[in-house]
């Protein structure tokens, strides 16, 4: 690059930058606050110590302060004062907590696979993805621009997950395995629901005229979505204690207690054994 050539991208690269209306808190230090968050409240998996250890108490006062300096390159666009939304927050972690225990417990009862409510909680994909969730829900319903997004999407780096921090979701929500589910922005999932891998929940049409109104599915209590099934339409509504099987794609509502299954035709053909 020449002088000349690096004095313009300079340039360029400096008028671009004053443009930006958010600055944001880095993605390290938002991986690493839900990661100490969740260690906090579940310390079954520990790393070598480092320093010496601190009460609850210190702890979570810790945590407190650095979300407070996350959300120092935000103050331009809070509606609200810094240490009204830090009070929010920290008040509404114990639910948050009580209905993580309940998650805990759908997964570790109904995965034949599971040996114990502390692998699931320090090992299961599911599990983590649906804790980052809870609490980037509660960040957005707080007012807080951005940083939801960016829990969730670090949590979708480390499971592949993509749970939309704006998404509404019950209790004792089970995701096995998990890897390719997507549940998009305006979605509504009532209590006791398990979904499998590769789970979409989405809209039929992508379109920003859309973005107020609600273009994900809603599905009611105590369903079971199995693995690959595609699931669209804001007014598509699956109801409760019903069965979605593998690879169905569905872009209307089915009543209660259906069972809804994709059909393909598999021919095995044998091979002949004879010379020609």
Same mark, same amino acid.
């Given at each position: 690059m020449t002088a000349n050539h690096q004095e313009q991208f300079l340039k360029r690269l400096s008028g671009q930058n004053k443009k930006y209306r958010y600055h944001l808190p880095s993605r390290q230090d938002a991986g690493k606050f839900i990661q100490n968050l969740l260690n906090f409240l579940f310390p079954i998996s520990k790393d070598c110590p480092s320093c010496p250890s601190k009460d609850l108490a210190m702890k979570l006062g810790d945590l407190r302060n650095d979300l407070g300096c996350m959300l120092e390159p935000l103050l331009p666009q809070l509606e609200k004062d810094k240490e009204d939304i830090l009070d929010e927050i920290f008040s509404g972690i114990p639910e948050i907590y009580e209905k993580l225990l309940l998650d805990a417990r759908s997964i570790t009862d109904n995965d034949p696979a599971s040996v114990s409510i502390e692998e699931?909680?320090? !090992?299961?994909?599911? +599990?983590?993805?649906?804790?980052?969730?809870? *609490?980037?829900?509660? +960040?957005?319903?707080?007012?807080?621009?951005?940083?939801?997004?960016?829990?969730?999407? *670090?949590?979708? #780096?480390?499971?592949?997950?993509?749970?939309?921090? =704006?998404? @509404?979701?019950?209790? #004792? +929500? +089970? @995701?096995?395995?998990?890897?390719? !589910?997507? @549940?998009?922005?305006?979605?509504?999932?009532? =209590? =006791? !629901?398990?979904l499998y891998q590769g789970v979409t929940l989405g809209a039929t049409h992508v379109s920003k005229s859309l973005a107020s109104r609600k273009r994900h599915p809603t599905i009611e209590d105590n369903v079971v979505v199995y693995a690959n099934a595609t699931i669209l339409g804001g007014e598509t509504v699956i109801g409760h204690d019903s069965i979605i099987g593998g690879n169905a794609w569905l872009v209307r509502s089915v009543p209660p207690y259906s069972q809804v299954y994709h059909q393909s035709k598999i021919e095995i053909r044998q091979h002949s054994t004879t010379a020609d």
């Amino acid at each position: 690059m020449t002088a000349n050539h690096q004095e313009q991208f300079l340039k360029r690269l400096s008028g671009q930058n004053k443009k930006y209306r958010y600055h944001l808190p880095s993605r390290q230090d938002a991986g690493k606050f839900i990661q100490n968050l969740l260690n906090f409240l579940f310390p079954i998996s520990k790393d070598c110590p480092s320093c010496p250890s601190k009460d609850l108490a210190m702890k979570l006062g810790d945590l407190r302060n650095d979300l407070g300096c996350m959300l120092e390159p935000l103050l331009p666009q809070l509606e609200k004062d810094k240490e009204d939304i830090l009070d929010e927050i920290f008040s509404g972690i114990p639910e948050i907590y009580e209905k993580l225990l309940l998650d805990a417990r759908s997964i570790t009862d109904n995965d034949p696979a599971s040996v114990s409510i502390e692998e699931v909680i320090s !090992v299961y994909p599911g +599990f983590m993805a649906i804790a980052t969730y809870r *609490f980037a829900h509660l +960040f957005a319903q707080s007012g807080i621009p951005l940083l939801p997004r960016m829990l969730t999407e *670090f949590a979708h #780096s480390q499971t592949g997950i993509d749970i939309h921090p =704006n998404a @509404i979701i019950g209790h #004792s +929500f +089970f @995701i096995d395995h998990g890897t390719g !589910v997507v @549940i998009g922005e305006t979605t509504h999932i009532g =209590n =006791n !629901v398990k979904l499998y891998q590769g789970v979409t929940l989405g809209a039929t049409h992508v379109s920003k005229s859309l973005a107020s109104r609600k273009r994900h599915p809603t599905i009611e209590d105590n369903v079971v979505v199995y693995a690959n099934a595609t699931i669209l339409g804001g007014e598509t509504v699956i109801g409760h204690d019903s069965i979605i099987g593998g690879n169905a794609w569905l872009v209307r509502s089915v009543p209660p207690y259906s069972q809804v299954y994709h059909q393909s035709k598999i021919e095995i053909r044998q091979h002949s054994t004879t010379a020609d």
